[in-house]
């Protein structure tokens, strides 16, 4: 069983920035992908960022130059740094970790992120 708990969600006024923080437990392995997805009211839930077990990253193209994901394996914890947030990046935000050996998905219960214009 994988558990995913993220923090950090709260209100901030555009221009803001804010640092989501998701930490996993339970048997997970070593080669792993971390990340988030976001889900804003009516559209579908989708990539914000990724870093593997390696390092290497992904981003939204609309989030790149403003946001920074990064993680502590032997915590087994992820980060998303945001910066000059917008009223667009309201969502929540879900925390994502794929197990490369056992081929599973996980998702934490995600948090709320509202940026207020």
Same mark, same amino acid.
Not at 7 to 35: E, K, P, W, Y
């Given at each position: 069983q994988v558990?995913? &708990?993220e923090?950090g969600?709260d209100?901030?006024? !555009?221009g803001?920035s804010? %640092?989501?923080?998701? !930490? !996993?437990s339970?048997? /997970?392995f070593?080669?792993?992908? @971390?990340g988030? $997805? %976001?889900?804003?009211?009516?559209?579908? %839930?989708?990539l914000v960022?990724? @870093?593997?077990?390696?390092g290497s990253?992904?981003y +939204?193209?609309s989030?790149k130059?403003?946001?920074t /994901?990064? %993680?502590?394996? +032997?915590?087994n914890?992820? $980060? #998303?740094q @945001?910066?000059?947030?917008?009223?667009?990046?309201?969502a &929540? $935000?879900y925390? $994502? #970790?794929?197990?490369?050996?056992?081929?599973?998905d996980?998702?934490?219960q995600?948090?709320? &992120?509202t940026?207020s214009?």
């Amino acid at each position: 069983q994988v558990q995913l &708990v993220e923090s950090g969600g709260d209100l901030v006024q !555009a221009g803001g920035s804010l %640092r989501l923080s998701c !930490a !996993a437990s339970g048997n /997970i392995f070593n080669s792993n992908t @971390m990340g988030w $997805y %976001r889900q804003a009211p009516g559209k579908q %839930r989708g990539l914000v960022a990724t @870093m593997s077990s390696g390092g290497s990253t992904s981003y +939204a193209d609309s989030v790149k130059e403003r946001f920074t /994901i990064s %993680r502590d394996n +032997a915590k087994n914890t992820v $980060y #998303l740094q @945001m910066s000059s947030l917008k009223p667009e990046d309201t969502a &929540v $935000y879900y925390c $994502y #970790l794929r197990d490369h050996w056992k081929a599973e998905d996980y998702w934490g219960q995600g948090t709320q &992120v509202t940026v207020s214009s």
